[in-house]
């Protein structure tokens, strides 16, 4: 072995040197990661009223939880508001009509206004020389207990067809 070593004493020594010179350069390296890491770090922190990242983190923490409390508090409103709004009027039908064949313009009407269960009112209004006559029948489920007219059938139907439902999936 003393005859290897003095043999390949100077290749030893550089390889040595070659291996120290890299291990050199790779703490230098490291050394300006560091650095640049830890100015990021400070960056971070520095312009905020925080002692430490783990309090940046915590009270992130804290507003995403009020956050998700919030969206439940919304999607509760929002289903509450979804239901009530099936009671509103959402479907609007009008036929304008002649009353009577001395009396032009159409100015006799029969307008349907309907919630989502087609409940709600017809009302006619019936234009004459003499007068004007109003009449209201209530409606449920697209059906009135009082007779109908045609033209109040025609309303009614009206406002069915012409409601496009726009539910949101849930």
């Known amino acids: 072995m003393k005859s290897f070593l003095t043999q390949y004493t100077s290749e030893i020594i550089i390889f ?17 990661k560091n650095k640049n890491l830890k100015r990021r770090f400070l960056d971070l922190t520095s312009n905020q009223d925080f002692e430490s990242l783990e309090q940046i983190i915590k009270q992130t923490n804290e507003k995403v939880e009020y956050f998700e409390e919030v969206i439940k508090t919304l999607t509760k409103s929002h289903r ?3 239901e009530n709004t099936k009671l509103c009027i959402k479907k609007v039908g009008i036929v ?3 009353a ?30 003499e007068g004007c006559s ?11 207990k ?25």
């Open 80 to 82: 509450v508001l979804s």
């Open 100 to 129: 009577f064949e001395n009396v032009g313009s159409k100015l006799s009407f029969a307008l349907a206004l309907l919630d989502e269960f087609d409940t709600g009112v017809v009302i006619n209004s019936i234009y004459s020389r």
């Open 146 to 170: 009082y007779p109908l007219s045609a033209e109040e059938m025609q309303a009614i139907d009206i406002a069915r067809k012409s409601y496009i439902s726009k539910e949101i999936k849930e």
């Open 96 to 98: 304008r009509y002649d």
């Open 16 to 32: 040595f040197l070659v291996l120290n010179t890299a291990l050199f350069i790779a703490l230098l390296i490291e050394l300006a």
């Open 134 to 144: 109003v009449f209201a029948k209530p409606v449920e489920n697209g059906f009135s």
